[in-house]
């Protein structure tokens, strides 16, 4: 499966951003779907993840309550839909796909999107 990740740009502190992951290839519903991001300096980290169907959702406790990934299978598309959107946010965000179990641990993943960045101002 490929993936293309989109709608990353500079937003002003508590401003909101929808990323989408366009997928190709395969059908989405094959995979666990999760959002990561990495900002500069630091090691990827875990931001949201999605089951198959789309009824279970995971969030890191850092975006809890001001993310939402959903996903729509019958599209082939993944979201992340961010609002009150803070200083440290400020990252690249990659979409991935896993065909197993997905999780938290971004080295699960075998397929990834290119990345788009999010700059948040204060």
Same mark, same amino acid.
């Given at each position: 499966?490929?993936?293309?990740?989109?709608? @990353?740009?500079?937003? $002003? &502190?508590? +401003?909101?951003? %929808?990323?989408?992951? =366009? /997928?190709?290839? *395969?059908?989405?519903?094959?995979?666990?779907? @999760?959002?990561?991001? $990495? &900002?500069? +300096?630091?090691? %990827?980290?875990?931001? =949201? /993840?999605?089951? *198959?169907?789309?009824?279970?959702?995971?969030?890191?406790?850092?975006?809890?309550?001001?993310?939402?990934?959903?996903?729509?299978? =019958?599209?082939?598309?993944?979201?992340?839909?961010?609002?009150?959107?803070?200083?440290?946010?400020?990252?690249?965000?990659?979409?991935?796909?896993?065909?197993?179990?997905?999780?938290?641990?971004?080295?699960?993943?075998?397929?990834?999107?290119?990345?788009?960045?999010?700059?948040?101002?204060?």
């Amino acid at each position: 499966v490929q993936l293309q990740a989109s709608g @990353g740009g500079s937003v $002003q &502190a508590g +401003g909101s951003l %929808r990323l989408s992951c =366009a /997928a190709s290839g *395969r059908t989405l519903s094959r995979y666990v779907m @999760g959002w990561f991001r $990495q &900002a500069t +300096g630091k090691e %990827r980290e875990f931001v =949201a /993840a999605i089951s *198959r169907d789309g009824g279970s959702t995971y969030y890191a406790d850092s975006v809890k309550d001001r993310f939402s990934v959903s996903r729509d299978n =019958a599209k082939n598309t993944l979201d992340l839909q961010m609002n009150s959107l803070k200083a440290e946010d400020t990252a690249v965000y990659y979409c991935a796909a896993d065909p197993d179990r997905g999780g938290r641990n971004y080295r699960v993943y075998d397929y990834w999107g290119q990345g788009t960045l999010v700059t948040v101002s204060s």
